[in-house]
T-cell receptor, first 114, second 115 residues
């Protein structure tokens, strides 16, 4: 089975802190994604990566950055956490097979910024 | 641009009753359509997907969905709901190389099952 693992289920951080959310997949997927989930808004794409050291902005990249130094690991970075970044964060991965490729999701990290 | 609309934020059904969750999409070509389910505190699990061919798609856990191009819809159905189906359901469109190789999600529908 494909496994996408997010390092933390719950995090509480203070305003202004630098926050790292880690995601690891074990299926040699080329694509990796970070989504943010908020009630009534569904999942919104923050950043995605289709190869090591490659990244592209999604729909809401402001206040976030990402790092992909190894194929299996994709990190989301909040440079200076703010209360409006309190949310559920979901990581996903998929093969680079062209159109219609299924994405596999991690369990999510619920981040609270106080 | 791609977009997905799930008109119902919450739906409550009785256990054993039938279920239909609505999904409408906006897309410039033949869409790739997905339904995912998220149980409380969990990540998303794929229920089913439509790529082409037969417009009625069977998925896991007894779910099915019907693609209707004329209505730009991809509604999810189940003939008899179980209490364990209580969860949030997301419809999604994509990914394609043309539109940036990403999934675009609807806002979700929360299903409550009453006994």
């Amino acid at each position: 089975d494909v496994k996408v693992t997010q390092s933390s289920r719950y995090l509480v951080k203070r305003t202004g802190e630098k926050v790292f959310l880690e995601c690891v997949q074990d299926m040699d997927h080329e694509n990796m994604f970070w989504y943010r989930q908020d009630p009534g808004l569904g999942l919104r794409l923050i950043y995605f990566s289709y190869d090591v050291k490659m990244k592209e902005k999604g729909d809401i990249p402001e206040g976030y950055s990402v790092s992909r130094e190894k194929k299996e690991r994709f990190s989301l970075i909040l440079e200076s956490a703010s209360t409006n970044q309190t949310s559920m964060y979901l990581c996903a991965s998929s093969f680079e097979q062209g159109d219609g490729t299924e994405a596999f999701f991690g369990q999510g990290t619920r981040l609270t910024v106080v | 641009a791609q977009s997905v609309t799930q008109p119902d934020i919450h739906i409550t059904v009785s256990e054993g009753a039938s279920l239909e969750l609505r999904c409408n999409y906006s897309y410039g070509a033949t869409p790739y359509l997905f339904w995912y389910v998220q149980s409380p505190g969990q990540g998303l699990q794929l229920l089913l997907k439509y790529f082409s061919g037969d417009t009625l798609v069977q998925g896991i856990k007894g779910f099915e969905a019907e693609f209707k191009r004329s209505q730009s819809s991809f509604n999810l159905r189940k003939p008899s709901v179980h209490w364990s189906d209580a969860a949030e359901y997301f419809c999604a469109v994509g990914p394609t190389l043309t539109y940036g190789n990403k999934l675009v999600f609807g806002a979700g529908t929360i299903l409550r099952v009453k006994s």
